[in-house]
């Protein structure tokens, strides 16, 4: 899988609950709609592990077959219409992608 990973805060002016429920619900219509996308998951932080982790709300990993297929995702109407409808929102997000590697779990059945 190729992930596409998002860390993200909300708007200054919204609440933590507000931007979860955006997340996980207008939001959500779009990005499950873009086009080659396998798998979502998401996260909504509920507690930072230490100081310099806090002030963000959740994380979303949206997994492609390929980076291509990523690539294509991103080019798309659907894609235009997720960033669109975030519009000039003025919470930060860190957004990164790479290759993934099942590290322990399910793969090998531990």
């Known amino acids: 899988m190729?992930?596409?990973i998002l860390l993200a805060a909300r708007p200054p002016?919204?609440?933590h609950e507000q931007f979860i429920s955006w997340w996980r619900g207008d939001h959500a219509e779009l990005t499950v709609q873009l086009p080659g996308l396998r798998?979502?998951?998401h996260t909504e932080v509920e507690a930072a592990l230490e100081a310099?982790?806090?002030g963000w709300d959740g994380?979303?990993?949206l997994s492609f077959d390929t980076r291509e297929e990523l690539d294509a995702a991103?080019?798309?109407p659907e894609w235009k219409?997720?960033?669109e409808q975030v519009g000039d929102m003025r919470g930060k997000r860190i957004a990164v992608m790479g290759a993934e590697s099942a590290m322990f779990g399910a793969v090998d059945g531990r």
């Open 74 to 76: 991103l080019s798309s």
């Open 81 to 83: 219409a997720a960033v």
């Open 52 to 54: 310099r982790s806090e």
């Open 39 to 41: 798998r979502w998951l």
């Open 13 to 15: 002016e919204w609440t």
């Open 2 to 4: 190729y992930n596409l």
């Open 59 to 61: 994380v979303s990993i």
